[in-house]
């Protein structure tokens, strides 16, 4: 007792060397800054309280009528206006009425601010995923800014979000150089910024550097950024800010049932209805507070529901905004003690950091939080506690990937506060001393690279400490971190979580021994080198070795070991005696190697607890058929997906089909791939109807096939690649043999043997979905007539030359009467036609028909089946004279690019036309598209690139129209077709441009020339009566000068006239 008195005693507060910033865990959450990671994907399956605010929020958006946007009041308070003024912004058609008054160029911001837990990232989530607004807008970027306003890292999240790879770019000007070029077209772009802060790199400076790339584009961009901040709405969105309001009675009530009651139906709970009306109202309109109180009474009784109703918690709220702690702290003390330490040990982490399931629980594991039981291992009992994490809204799923959670930002305040002096987390910035009763330790980053020298140690360990767990989870350029740890792991003794991802070392040190009660550990990626020290750590449950060549041999020591993370597993031997390791459930897998001194594969007969992924790879180097039959993969029943690989290259073996045949898998199986195999024939079991669950297979590179495994007798199978069989010369009705019940996707490539496909019964493959075959050159027949009862198909069939596709096929297709996509290109033929079919579309489907490289005739007949199409692209046609549009009265979208002879484009009954694009089409000339298509009533945006008379013609229907390098004649006969549909005109380099056609130009409201240098104004009675703005640039200043003294000229609210220099 007195030496652990004296332990305690001896434990110092920290140096003060390296200028630490401890960030202490403090009692009034509000003080703490937060910061989380958000996705535009809503989160929730079901949102409450916020469908009137959407609506008006997408009515503004859409809006054409400038003068009712004007009037409208953006700075909102009442509920029902919520959605609706976002809405109404993000579809809006008229730039100007968004914009400041102190720039015609910005960018329409709208900001939605409010408190934490009140909803803003879901209201813009909803708008986001908006049917009407996805169509609305072309382009879309979702960025979680956070505290640090890093405009290079915002700019880089951009381009990722419009799926453009930054390719290592770091410096802003390549950035924003790669983001104009994406932006460049006539897409309208929307891009939300989530989660803005006040931060001291964010200012009208760094906001302008961010959104340059989105100024001055031809096409429509807007901004919704949400906040807390007043301060930042004003300074980005002076006149576009939105506050949101709590929740209705209605609303909370409803939102809290929803939760409380998940699964059952209140109604047969009357005696619980009563008692939760009332604890919602507690909930003051926070979204948050009743998600999470309805998760925290969901698995309680009446009388715990009246007990919490009744608790002292509540009369220590002051007003809606206090509420939302005193609630998470009840649904905290409600947890059961495991689940409160493991939620304790989460605050441990950056409020920016993305969990991942299985280390935190591996962690959760180490110190003991959870304990196995008779009837399920550790890691299940972990699934089941972040479940139920999850299940009360103390986690977040993040979304598309369950194995990633996300934490509030009002729940990682939330841990800090019930953790105290337990969980510790410090940021290298200034110091400030340790608590004595800490026993979890995390260093964390700082927002700046640290350039200063080497100074004394971080944390005074000169004597025993009682840490339990010391995390570096990011990378830290603080190399006296690792020379601490280094020296000082003899008085780290009672570790039991050790992560070193964050140091910049190469080696663990030997010292690493002395760390007798860790049970995890994970290294950082820089190392390659592990020593054999690491081998009397017989604790250890979690070995995370990142990226290490080469394994010590004195891993076969450590019994207890569970886990075993390596990035380079497809090259990585393992050292003889690794089959003593049987408790192993992690294990990427295992290469087999010629070496004496390495494990053959027979080691794997006892390790039957390994799960989820394992790959043997470097078969070809397997001399003894035993081997295979001693690793016993029939009875690792816990695998979920296994890879059999031969290396392609390697020759073939006289035992390789003994070999296969000997590897045959746990009928529990999910996912199978076998690759490079070199035998003749195909295993026994490959095809058993007993791997009831197996439901992907692949199979790659087995060159000697010369006939394929009956895989239709698979029950569960749903995706088949074949790839590369290319022995294999027909596919009959051994292949097909069952019927492929549930298969959903066939993909056949590069089976260049293959003639022939037949076989296939009526009622095979009832569920297709995706038939894809590919690179087959010597493919003669095919045979779909099964797939005529299919629902929802998609058929892709390329670089098969010697399949004809024309004609006879064409009325095969058309058979297909509920195909969805049919996509059919001969290379040597120059054939390509794709299109998305339906005899009676639904409203909310557009079948589209895209044709490319088809001449006059091919044409024809394509545009006559099919006349229910909404979306046509018309490609590469270069025989292609006119498009016979006839029949073509539902089309709304169409699009012709690179059509080099094309002269007539008929159009007169397509009333749904809304959006038209046409590009390099040099015989075309504007005036040779039918007269009719100015005037067709749905018609929203036309693009017009390189034809005949014409650069560029950009048009927007009751907004703006933009000519570039536009013969004067064009011009005139554009606006006079035009003059109802636009207020914005914009006219460059139009080289022998003298004059516009004022009176037709009724509506027009601003106008820029620039470049253009006969343009004369000599009357300025001349112009429209609507005109607020002229600019001129480039032009002869003279006269636009002298016009410029007349009355109608000072009626404007802007004249502006530069030089040619200043203009461009």
Same mark, same amino acid.
């Given at each position: 007792?007195?030496?652990?008195?004296w332990?305690?005693?001896? =434990?110092?507060?920290?140096?003060?060397a390296?200028?630490?910033?401890?960030?202490?865990?403090?009692?009034?959450a509000e003080?703490?800054?937060a910061?989380?990671?958000?996705?535009?994907?809503?989160?929730?399956?079901?949102?409450?309280?916020?469908?009137?605010?959407?609506?008006k929020?997408?009515?503004?958006?859409?809006?054409?009528?400038?003068?009712e946007?004007?009037?409208?009041d953006?700075?909102?308070m009442?509920?029902?206006?919520?959605?609706?003024?976002?809405?109404?912004?993000?579809?809006?058609?008229?730039?100007?009425?968004?914009?400041?008054?102190?720039g015609?160029?910005?960018?329409?911001?709208?900001?939605?601010?409010?408190?934490?837990?009140?909803?803003?990232?879901?209201?813009?989530?909803? $708008?986001?995923?908006?049917?009407?607004l996805?169509?609305?807008?072309?382009?879309?970027?979702?960025?979680?800014?956070?505290?640090?306003?890093d405009?290079?890292?915002?700019?880089?999240?951009?381009?990722?979000?419009l799926?453009?790879?930054?390719?290592?770019?770091?410096?802003?000007?390549?950035?924003?150089?790669?983001?104009?070029?994406?932006?460049?077209g006539?897409?309208?772009?929307?891009?939300?910024?989530?989660?803005?802060?006040?931060?001291?790199?964010?200012?009208?400076?760094?906001?302008?550097?961010?959104?340059?790339?989105?100024?001055?584009?031809?096409?429509?961009?807007?901004?919704?950024?949400?906040?807390?901040?007043?301060?930042?709405?004003?300074?980005?969105?002076?006149?576009?800010?939105?506050?949101?309001?709590?929740?209705?009675?209605?609303d909370?009530?409803?939102?809290?049932?929803?939760?409380?009651?998940?699964g059952?139906?209140?109604?047969?709970?009357?005696?619980?209805?009563?008692?939760?009306?009332?604890?919602?109202k507690?909930?003051?309109?926070?979204?948050?507070?009743?998600?999470?109180?309805?998760?925290?009474?969901?698995?309680?009784?009446?009388? %715990?529901?009246?007990?919490?109703?009744?608790?002292?918690?509540?009369n220590?709220?002051?007003?809606?905004?206090?509420c939302?702690?005193?609630?998470?702290?009840?649904?905290?003390?409600?947890?059961?003690?495991?689940?409160?330490?493991?939620?304790?040990?989460?605050?441990?982490?950056?409020?920016?950091?993305?969990?991942?399931?299985?280390?935190?629980?591996?962690?959760?594991?180490?110190?003991?939080y959870?304990k196995?039981?008779?009837?399920?291992?550790?890691?299940?009992?972990?699934q089941?506690?972040i479940?139920?994490?999850?299940?009360?809204?103390?986690?977040?799923?993040?979304?598309?990937?369950?194995?990633?959670?996300?934490?509030h930002?009002?729940m990682?305040?939330?841990?800090?506060?019930v953790?105290?002096?337990?969980?510790?987390?410090?940021?290298?910035?200034?110091?400030?001393?340790?608590p004595?009763?800490?026993?979890?330790?995390?260093?964390?980053?700082?927002?700046?690279?640290?350039?200063?020298?080497?100074?004394?140690?971080?944390?005074?360990?000169?004597?025993?400490?009682?840490?339990?767990?010391?995390?570096?989870?990011?990378?830290n350029?603080?190399?006296?971190?690792?020379?601490?740890l280094?020296?000082?792991?003899?008085?780290?003794?009672?570790l039991?979580?050790?992560?070193?991802?964050?140091?910049d070392?190469?080696?663990?040190?030997?010292s690493?021994?002395?760390?007798?009660?860790?049970?995890?550990?994970?290294?950082?990626?820089?190392?390659?080198?592990?020593?054999?020290?690491?081998?009397?750590?017989?604790?250890?449950?979690?070995?995370?070795?990142?990226?290490?060549?080469?394994?010590?041999?004195?891993?076969?020591?450590l019994?207890?070991?569970?886990?075993?993370?390596?990035?380079?597993?497809?090259?990585?031997e393992?050292?003889?005696?690794?089959?003593?390791?049987?408790?192993?459930?992690?294990?990427?897998?295992?290469?087999?190697?010629?070496k004496?001194?390495?494990a053959?594969?027979?080691?794997?007969?006892?390790?039957?607890?390994?799960?989820?992924?394992?790959?043997?790879?470097?078969?070809?180097?397997?001399?003894?058929?035993?081997?295979?039959?001693?690793?016993?993969?029939?009875k690792?029943?816990?695998?979920?997906?296994?890879?059999?690989?031969w290396?392609y290259?390697?020759?073939?073996?006289? =035992?390789?089909?003994?070999?296969?045949?000997?590897?045959?898998?746990?009928?529990?199986?999910?996912?199978?791939?076998?690759?490079?195999?070199?035998g003749?024939?195909?295993?026994?079991?490959?095809?058993?109807?007993?791997?009831?669950?197996?439901?992907?297979?692949?199979?790659?590179?087995c060159?000697?096939?010369?006939?394929?495994?009956?895989?239709?007798q698979?029950?569960?199978?749903r995706?088949?690649?074949?790839?590369? $069989?290319?022995? #294999?010369?027909?596919?009959?009705?051994?292949?097909?043999?069952?019927?492929?019940?549930?298969l959903?996707e066939?993909?056949?490539?590069?089976?260049?043997?293959?003639?022939?496909?037949?076989?296939?019964?009526?009622?095979?493959?009832?569920?297709?979905?995706?038939?894809s075959i590919?690179r087959?050159?010597?493919?003669?027949?095919?045979?779909?007539?099964?797939?005529?009862?299919?629902?929802?198909?998609?058929?892709?069939?390329?670089?098969?030359?010697?399949?004809?596709?024309?004609?006879?096929?064409?009325?095969?297709?058309?058979h297909l009467?509920?195909?969805?996509?049919?996509?059919?290109?001969?290379?040597?033929?120059?054939?390509?036609?794709?299109?998305?079919?339906?005899?009676?579309?639904?409203?909310?489907?557009?079948?589209?028909?895209?044709?490319?490289?088809?001449?006059?005739?091919?044409?024809?007949?394509?545009?006559?089946?099919?006349?229910?199409?909404?979306?046509?692209?018309?490609?590469?046609?270069?025989n292609?004279?006119?498009?016979?549009?006839?029949?073509?009265?539902?089309?709304?979208?169409?699009?012709?690019?690179r059509?080099l002879?094309?002269?007539?484009?008929?159009?007169?009954?397509?009333?749904a036309?809304?959006?038209?694009?046409?590009?390099?089409?040099p015989?075309?000339?504007?005036t040779?598209?039918?007269?009719?298509?100015?005037?067709?009533?749905?018609?929203?945006?036309?693009?017009v690139n390189?034809?005949q008379?014409? #650069?560029?013609?950009? #048009?927007?229907?009751?907004?703006?129209a933009?000519?570039?390098?536009?013969?004067?004649?064009?011009?005139?006969?554009?606006?006079? %077709?035009?003059?109802?549909?636009?207020?914005?005109?914009?006219?460059?380099?139009?080289?022998?441009?003298?004059?516009?056609?004022?009176?037709?130009?009724?509506?027009?409201?601003?106008?820029?020339?620039?470049?253009?240098?006969?343009?004369?104004?000599?009357?300025a %009675?001349?112009?429209?009566?609507?005109?607020?703005?002229?600019?001129?640039?480039?032009?002869?200043?003279?006269?636009?000068?002298?016009?410029?003294?007349?009355?109608?000229?000072q009626?404007?609210?802007?004249?502006?006239?530069?030089?040619?220099?200043?203009?461009?």
């Open positions: 007792m007195e030496d652990i008195v332990r305690f005693m001896k =434990i110092e507060k920290p140096e003060q390296l200028n630490l910033d401890c960030r202490k865990e403090q009692t009034d003080s703490i800054s910061r989380r990671t958000t996705s535009s994907f809503i989160e929730e399956p079901r949102i409450v309280g916020r469908v009137e605010e959407l609506a929020i997408k009515q503004f958006l859409l809006s054409s009528d400038a003068e946007s004007r009037r409208s953006y700075h909102l009442q509920k029902d206006s919520e959605l609706e003024p976002v809405n109404q912004f993000l579809l809006s058609s008229d730039a100007e009425e968004c914009t400041r008054n102190d015609m160029d910005d960018v329409p911001v709208m900001a939605i601010v409010g408190m934490g837990g009140l909803g803003k990232t879901t209201l813009a989530q909803l $708008a986001y995923n908006d049917d009407q996805n169509q609305h807008f072309q382009l879309k970027s979702w960025v979680c800014v956070s505290e640090d306003f405009v290079v890292r915002l700019t880089k999240s951009m381009l990722q979000s799926d453009v790879e930054p390719s290592g770019l770091s410096e802003l000007d390549p950035l924003q150089q790669k983001l104009l070029q994406r932006l460049s006539e897409e309208r772009f929307l891009l939300v910024l989530d989660d803005v802060w006040e931060a001291e790199n964010l200012n009208i400076n760094s906001w302008n550097l961010l959104t340059a790339p989105l100024r001055n584009r031809s096409a429509d961009s807007k901004i919704i950024i949400t906040t807390r901040s007043s301060k930042v709405s004003e300074m980005v969105a002076r006149s576009l800010t939105y506050d949101l309001c709590f929740l209705s009675d209605e909370t009530l409803e939102l809290f049932m929803l939760h409380a009651f998940e059952r139906d209140p109604n047969l709970h009357q005696n619980l209805v009563a008692a939760g009306k009332a604890t919602a507690k909930c003051r309109g926070v979204p948050l507070a009743a998600k999470t109180l309805g998760g925290l009474l969901r698995t309680k009784d009446d009388e %715990e529901w009246n007990k919490i109703l009744d608790s002292e918690v509540w220590a709220t002051i007003n809606q905004e206090d939302i702690i005193p609630i998470l702290r009840l649904s905290y003390q409600h947890l059961p003690a495991p689940l409160k330490r493991c939620f304790r040990y989460c605050s441990l982490f950056p409020k920016d950091y993305v969990f991942y399931r299985n280390p935190i629980i591996r962690m959760w594991m180490a110190q003991g959870i196995a039981s008779r009837r399920e291992v550790m890691e299940d009992i972990g089941r506690y479940d139920s994490l999850l299940s009360r809204s103390f986690f977040q799923k993040y979304p598309r990937d369950p194995q990633r959670l996300q934490m930002d009002l990682h305040d939330l841990a800090r506060c953790s105290g002096d337990e969980c510790y987390s410090m940021e290298i910035n200034q110091p400030c001393p340790i004595s009763h800490v026993r979890h330790l995390s260093i964390l980053p700082t927002d700046h690279p640290l350039w200063y020298e080497p100074t004394p140690a971080l944390i005074d360990i000169s004597e025993p400490t009682s840490f339990r767990s010391f995390l570096l989870p990011d990378k350029a603080c190399n006296p971190i690792s020379e601490l280094s020296d000082s792991y003899s008085r780290l003794g009672c039991r979580v050790l992560d070193l991802r964050g140091i070392v190469d080696r663990l040190s030997e690493v021994a002395h760390l007798k009660h860790l049970r995890y550990l994970c290294i950082s990626d820089l190392v390659k080198e592990v020593p054999e020290s690491v081998g009397s750590l017989y604790h250890l449950q979690t070995l995370d070795l990142g990226g290490v060549s080469e394994l010590p041999n004195s891993m076969s020591n019994h207890n070991l569970r886990h075993l993370i390596l990035s380079s597993s497809d090259t990585i393992y050292p003889v005696g690794i089959g003593k390791l049987a408790d192993l459930q992690t294990m990427p897998g295992f290469r087999v190697s010629p004496h001194n390495c053959k594969l027979g080691e794997l007969k006892d390790m039957n607890s390994i799960r989820g992924k394992f790959a043997i790879k470097g078969l070809e180097n397997l001399a003894d058929v035993n081997e295979a039959k001693e690793a016993c993969l029939d690792k029943r816990n695998n979920s997906s296994l890879h059999l690989e290396d290259r390697a020759s073939s073996s006289s =035992i390789d089909d003994e070999v296969l045949e000997s590897l045959k898998p746990s009928v529990k199986l999910k996912i199978l791939q076998i690759s490079g195999f070199k003749p024939s195909y295993p026994s079991w490959l095809g058993d109807g007993s791997f009831s669950r197996l439901g992907t297979v692949k199979l790659e590179n060159r000697k096939w010369i006939s394929l495994p009956p895989l239709g698979l029950p569960s199978l995706s088949l690649i074949i790839c590369a $069989a290319r022995a #294999v010369e027909y596919i009959g009705g051994e292949f097909f043999s069952g019927g492929f019940p549930q959903e066939l993909t056949l490539e590069y089976l260049y043997s293959w003639k022939s496909w037949c076989g296939a019964q009526e009622g095979d493959c009832p569920k297709l979905k995706k038939l590919d087959c050159p010597n493919l003669e027949s095919l045979s779909l007539n099964n797939l005529g009862a299919v629902e929802d198909v998609s058929l892709s069939i390329s670089g098969c030359p010697k399949l004809l596709c024309m004609p006879g096929n064409y009325f095969e297709l058309s009467q509920r195909a969805k996509t049919i996509k059919i290109k001969n290379i040597d033929q120059g054939l390509c036609i794709e299109a998305r079919l339906s005899p009676a579309p639904p409203l909310d489907d557009k079948p589209q028909l895209s044709l490319e490289d088809v001449d006059q005739r091919e044409a024809d007949y394509m545009l006559g089946m099919y006349s229910h199409i909404c979306r046509l692209t018309v490609e590469r046609c270069s292609l004279r006119y498009l016979p549009l006839v029949f073509q009265s539902h089309i709304c979208r169409l699009t012709v690019k059509c002879y094309l002269m007539s484009l008929p159009l007169g009954n397509q009333s036309l809304k959006y038209v694009e046409i590009s390099d089409c015989e075309l000339r504007i040779s598209v039918s007269p009719q298509l100015w005037q067709l009533p749905s018609l929203q945006r036309i693009l390189g034809i008379g014409a #650069v560029s013609i950009k #048009v927007v229907r009751e907004s703006n933009e000519f570039t390098n536009v013969d004067q004649r064009v011009v005139s006969f554009l606006l006079k %077709e035009l003059s109802h549909m636009i207020r914005r005109l914009v006219i460059v380099r139009c080289a022998n441009l003298t004059s516009l056609p004022w009176t037709d130009l009724t509506t027009l409201e601003y106008l820029t020339i620039r470049e253009c240098p006969l343009f004369q104004l000599l009357d %009675e001349q112009l429209p009566s609507t005109l607020q703005v002229f600019c001129i640039y480039g032009n002869n200043p003279y006269e636009t000068e002298q016009c410029s003294r007349h009355q109608h000229f009626r404007l609210k802007q004249v502006q006239q530069c030089s040619n220099k200043e203009g461009t």
